[in-house]
């Protein structure tokens, strides 16, 4: 996890030496919600081993929204940061094994040192970009063109995510899936 948040931003020898008991280590198993719509949350999560999805509702209808995958920072967007209500549900797809931290302990980092603001918004910045790319391909891509841009960065993701949530993020229907691959 140090070395991801490095390549965001430069800590402090004091950051990560206050930072390390603050956090815990967490197995979680396939299935097991991580955050609910409608709750506040109170955990950031670092996946370092397994997958993560996020699930949110249109009309009340389900859609994959987002997937994280090893190495990825997993928070509630938007709702962590501002400790507003979650508008999504956030998933463990695979049998996990996450670093997290509660919002109080962060909150203990990020008021004793002055580059967690700082760092918080690289992270944040990084993964809005990511979202951005993601619409804007489900705008411009062809559904063929979404899939292989999908399947070249996340090999790890199939025979893990069901097909459905894979075709829902993609914006494709799942039997339209089926002929890609």
Same mark, same amino acid.
């Given at each position: 996890?140090?070395?991801? %948040?490095?390549q965001?931003?430069?800590?402090s =020898?004091?950051?990560?030496a206050? %930072?390390?008991p603050?956090l !815990?280590?967490?197995?979680?198993e +396939?299935?097991?919600?991580?955050?609910? +719509?409608?709750?506040?949350?109170t955990?950031?999560? @670092?996946? $370092?081993?397994?997958?993560?999805?996020?699930t949110s509702?249109d009309? !009340?209808?389900g859609?994959?929204s987002?997937?994280?995958?090893e !190495?990825?920072f997993? @928070?509630? @967007?938007?709702g962590?940061?501002s400790?507003?209500?979650?508008? *999504?549900?956030i998933?463990?797809?695979?049998?996990?094994? $996450?670093i997290?931290?509660? @919002?109080?302990?962060? %909150?203990e980092l990020? *008021?004793g040192?002055e580059?967690? =603001?700082?760092l918080?918004?690289k992270?944040r910045?990084?993964?809005?970009g990511q979202?951005?790319e993601?619409?804007?391909?489900l705008l411009?891509l062809?559904?063929a063109d979404?899939?292989r841009?999908?399947?070249?960065g *996340?090999?790890k993701l199939?025979?893990?995510a069901?097909?459905?949530d894979?075709?829902?993020?993609?914006g494709? +229907?799942?039997?339209?899936?089926?002929?890609?691959g």
């Amino acid at each position: 996890m140090l070395d991801r %948040m490095l390549q965001f931003h430069a800590i402090s =020898p004091g950051f990560i030496a206050l %930072m390390k008991p603050l956090l !815990g280590l967490i197995h979680a198993e +396939k299935g097991k919600l991580l955050l609910s +719509k409608g709750q506040k949350p109170t955990r950031v999560w @670092y996946i $370092l081993k397994g997958f993560v999805k996020e699930t949110s509702y249109d009309s !009340g209808i389900g859609r994959t929204s987002w997937f994280w995958v090893e !190495g990825d920072f997993v @928070y509630a @967007y938007p709702g962590f940061f501002s400790q507003g209500t979650a508008i *999504n549900d956030i998933e463990v797809i695979d049998d996990a094994v $996450l670093i997290e931290i509660s @919002y109080e302990k962060f %909150m203990e980092l990020r *008021n004793g040192f002055e580059e967690v =603001p700082l760092l918080v918004e690289k992270i944040r910045d990084y993964y809005d970009g990511q979202r951005l790319e993601h619409a804007s391909d489900l705008l411009i891509l062809k559904a063929a063109d979404r899939f292989r841009k999908f399947i070249l960065g *996340n090999k790890k993701l199939f025979g893990v995510a069901k097909r459905r949530d894979i075709a829902s993020f993609l914006g494709i +229907k799942d039997d339209s899936l089926r002929r890609f691959g």
